[in-house]
């Protein structure tokens, strides 16, 4: 017999999610190859002249915010409506670090605020935290059009910005939201499944790795395996901090 039009609807749907669920988990595998071969030709050189590199040297959050967020290094400088540097306590010892700020995001120059904020705020009162005590921000500070993933060349002119943003923090432990920022941040090509569970060295802070709350969104089947992550960080969070 032949397939109605809502079994083949639903069958695409779960096509679809089924895909969403691999990407989150492996990642298209291009995508971290783009890095190897630099496709700069000769006449692609932006001429722009950046302002100075002053914010290396500034010594607080606000200061460094200031100095960077009309920065135009990368296209997505010119298709942002806000820069979104990061929010919370600038003496936190945790650190959340996404991927990208998505359309809410943007709107509000805030990181996390949209839907998979809210789900980010309950991850974080779940290990009896509230969001003002820790750190939150992204590799990128601005949005890729239609939440897109960031480009290798985009996280390459971001990831100073993020260096130092976590040499002003100073955080105990760095919580790696989702596979685009475990996977740029520790330099591999693992999936998101063989990174959890171990703890890691990034700039001398202990980093972590568990699933971006978007993807929870799209696989509420997955809030277990965070929850089982973020009771790994609150054990060691609790004997260092006892």
């Not at 990034?202 to 277990?224: E, G, M």
């Amino acid at each position: 017999s032949s397939m109605s039009s809502t079994e083949l609807s639903n069958l695409i749907d779960d096509a679809q999610r089924y895909l969403e669920q691999q990407k989150d988990l492996f990642g298209n595998v291009s995508y971290l190859d783009h890095s190897k071969k630099k496709t700069m030709s000769p006449q692609k050189v932006s001429t722009t002249v950046y302002p100075d590199e002053s914010w290396v040297s500034t010594k607080s959050l606000d200061e460094m915010e200031k100095h960077i967020c009309t920065c135009l290094k990368c296209p997505l400088g010119h298709t942002r409506l806000n820069f979104v540097f990061g929010v919370g306590n600038p003496r936190s010892k945790v650190m959340f670090i996404g991927e990208a700020p998505g359309a809410e995001e943007d709107a509000q120059g805030k990181p996390f605020v949209g839907r998979a904020g809210q789900l980010l705020n309950k991850i974080i009162e779940a290990v009896e935290m509230k969001r003002e005590d820790v750190y939150i921000c992204n590799i990128l500070k601005c949005r890729p059009p239609n939440n897109r993933e960031p480009l290798p060349s985009e996280m390459e002119h971001c990831t100073p910005y993020l260096s130092r943003q976590i040499e002003l923090v100073k955080p105990q432990f760095i919580i790696c939201l989702g596979r685009t920022a475990a996977q740029w941040l520790l330099k591999t090509h693992e999936s998101l499944n063989a990174l959890r569970g171990k703890v890691y060295e990034y700039q001398s802070t202990k980093l972590i790795v568990t699933y971006h709350p978007a993807a929870l969104l799209r696989n509420p089947n997955w809030k277990r395996p965070v929850w089982e992550d973020m009771k790994m960080f609150k054990k060691f969070y609790d004997e260092i901090n006892s």
